[in-house]
């Protein structure tokens, strides 16, 4: 049995419609009581079904909300901003650091100091050994024409 694969419709799975913009109008929305209670379909006199607090309590948490969800916006916003720049930092440092090569610290020179001197004592070593087998050499034909 062959089974041809048949394109999957659109109409199968239909895209959500974006909603008319309920945050931005929330956003945009003036913060007065007055102009929040126009908003609702009954001027806002409408307690909360299940609620036991009045409708003046609501509306004040609802606006002191509204504030603060701005703030948290505004506050995100900077400290997005504020990573833009330290990223952008970042990046130049990189290639500045990148540019001009490795950078000696002192600890860098003290190790390289430290590595010379170390060679230059195991060469003065060797060439103290070599000396001393000449001495030894020297000291015995010393003692052969004697």
């Known amino acids: 049995v062959k089974r041809s694969a048949a394109p999957i419709s659109s109409e199968a799975f239909p895209r959500p419609r974006p909603q008319e913009a309920p945050i931005a109008a929330a956003m945009n929305a003036p913060r007065a009581r007055e102009a929040w209670a126009e908003n609702t379909p009954t001027g806002g ?6 609620s ?3 409708a003046k309590d609501l509306m004040d948490e609802v ?3 509204r504030e603060a969800n701005q703030e948290l916006k505004k506050r995100n916003a900077e400290q997005e ?3 833009k720049q330290l990223a952008t930092k ?3 440092i990189t290639s500045d650091m990148k540019r001009q090569g490795p950078v000696e610290t002192p600890q860098d020179r003290a ?3 430290d590595a010379s ?4 004592i195991e060469d003065l070593r060797a060439q103290l050994s070599q000396m001393e087998g000449k001495t030894e ?4 034909q010393v003692t052969y024409y004697k």
């Open 63 to 65: 606006l002191t909300l």
């Open 111 to 113: 190790a390289l100091r």
């Open 137 to 140: 050499k020297l000291a015995n």
């Open 52 to 54: 036991n607090r009045n």
């Open 45 to 50: 006199r409408r307690q909360a079904a299940g």
């Open 117 to 120: 001197k170390e060679q230059q």
């Open 90 to 92: 970042v990046v130049r």
């Open 81 to 83: 901003e504020k990573t």
